[in-house]
């Protein structure tokens, strides 16, 4: 499995931390989670073209990571030379259909009809298989019905990720003994945000799920005191790998 952390940062612009999107190719095949403004632009560069994507995973509709879904959809049914005939299969929570239905009202009916076959499947805790990777999902404690994916391979590897969340027992649980734990951590603890995890925080879910590594990502500027407070709490709770994500940083396991 290779992951890419296609953006690391929020919905703040930011020169070096882009809205949030999750890259995971497993013998190739590409499964995109979450796609934040400029995600199809980040996947070319980690050299997947849009048109590869067949699955596309979302943990909840905020606009930093869902704001190139419309412009992908676009994309796919007007490319010059381009004829989709495969489906596209989109996951998100309870209510995507309906943010899909609102989507349309807004840029026109094409968002759920584009001329290729166009497959929704809504989540809340559900375990299925996608290609050869199982997917697993929990409820996290964001928005309404915001939910983090789990994906375990053939060859017994696991990768997690939480999207946005605050404290929860359902991403200890959904981390259980994984590979590589994505986590969000968006504030330091005298500003903490509810919905949001601080660095103590993460290290504690790191602990208590007994990940091997932990990603740190979706970063608000400015993140130089954030990234302080990290690496001085998190060793004193994890004592796994811990990783301060980039954009573009490259995991392979
Ligand atoms: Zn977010
Ligand atoms: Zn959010």
């Not at 994906?151 to 696991?158: C, E, L, Q």
């Amino acid at each position: 499995m290779e992951i890419t952390i296609l953006g690391s940062g929020c919905g703040i612009p930011s020169l070096s931390h882009s809205a949030p999107g999750v890259l995971i190719r497993y013998h190739g095949a590409p499964f995109l989670i979450d796609s934040g403004c400029g995600t199809l632009v980040r996947l070319l560069k980690a050299g997947i073209h849009y048109t590869a994507l067949n699955d596309i995973f979302y943990t909840h509709t905020h606009s930093d990571h869902s704001g190139d879904l419309a412009p992908l959809i676009q994309a796919l049914r007007t490319t010059p030379g381009y004829q989709r005939t495969s489906p596209l299969r989109l996951y998100g929570p309870e209510s995507f259909a309906d943010f899909l239905r609102c989507l349309s009202q807004a840029y026109g009916a094409w968002i759920t009809d584009p001329g290729f076959p166009f497959i929704i499947r809504e989540l809340k805790q559900d375990l299925f298989k996608v290609g050869e990777l199982q997917v697993s999902t929990r409820a996290m404690l964001h928005s309404n019905d915001a939910i983090g994916y789990r994906f375990d391979s053939p060859d017994g590897r696991a990768v997690v990720y939480s999207g946005d969340t605050d404290y929860s027992s359902e991403i200890i649980e959904l981390a259980q003994s994984c590979d590589v734990l994505i986590l969000e951590c968006s504030f330091g603890e005298t500003d903490k945000i509810s919905g949001h995890l601080t660095p103590r925080e993460a290290a504690e879910i790191a602990y208590q799920s007994n990940c091997q590594k932990l990603v740190l990502t979706h970063f608000y500027p400015p993140q130089d005191k954030l990234f302080l407070e990290i690496r001085s709490v998190i060793p004193q709770i994890y004592l796994g790998e811990l990783i301060i994500a980039h954009d573009g940083l490259r995991i392979f396991l």
